[in-house]
C-alpha cells in the first residue's frame, strides 16, 4: 500500500510562515493534521527547534530553574520542586532524571536528628506536620515512626 502526501504546498508555506509564530497545535489545528504530522514535515523542511523562539508548548528550562533543580534534587519532593517552578510533577522528575539526579526523597534515609524529632514530637504532632517540619512525606515518616516502635496516641 502506498503512502499518499496529504501535505500540499500552501500546507508547507504556511507552516514555513507560522512555525516560529505559533503552536505546534494551533498549526495542527489549522491544517487539520495531527501535532506529529506538523513535527515530522518540520523536521524535513530543516525548520530549527521551536525552543528557541519560544513557541514550544514546553517551556525551556532556564539557568535558574535547572540550578533550583540540581540542588534540592534529594532533598525536597518532587511535588515541592515542580510547585516552586509552576511545572508539573512528571516534567520536573523527567528533567531530574536527565540530569542523572536522584530525585526520591525516599531513598534518602532519615538522619538521627529527624528520628529524634519524631520522638520528641509524636505525641504533640500529627504524621503529616512531622513530615512537614522534616520535609518529607507523611507515608514516610508514619513508616519511620512505626519502625521506631512509636503510636500517636489516640484522642
Not at 512528571?90 to 519524631?118: C, G, S, W
Amino acid at each position: 500500500m502506498a503512502k499518499h502526501n496529504v501535505w500540499s504546498k500552501s500546507m508547507g508555506r504556511y507552516l514555513k510562515a507560522n512555525y516560529y509564530k505559533r503552536t505546534a497545535r494551533q498549526i495542527a489545528g489549522r491544517l487539520e493534521v495531527s501535532k506529529a504530522a506538523v513535527m515530522r514535515r518540520a523536521k524535513r523542511l530543516s525548520l530549527g527547534s521551536k525552543a528557541y523562539a519560544a513557541t514550544s508548548e514546553r517551556r525551556a528550562y532556564n539557568d535558574d530553574e535547572l540550578r533550583f533543580i540540581q540542588e534540592s534534587a534529594g532533598k525536597l519532593s518532587i511535588e515541592k520542586v515542580a510547585e516552586h517552578l509552576n511545572r508539573s510533577s512528571d516534567a520536573v522528575r523527567q528533567k531530574a532524571n536527565r540530569m542523572n539526579l536522584l530525585t526520591a526523597t525516599k531513598v534518602r534515609p532519615f538522619t538521627e536528628e529527624e528520628l529524634n524529632f519524631i520522638r520528641d514530637n509524636i505525641a504533640s504532632m500529627s504524621y503529616r506536620e512531622i513530615a512537614t517540619m522534616l520535609n518529607r512525606g507523611e507515608e514516610q515518616t508514619r513508616w519511620y515512626a512505626r519502625k521506631l516502635g512509636l503510636k500517636r496516641p489516640r484522642s
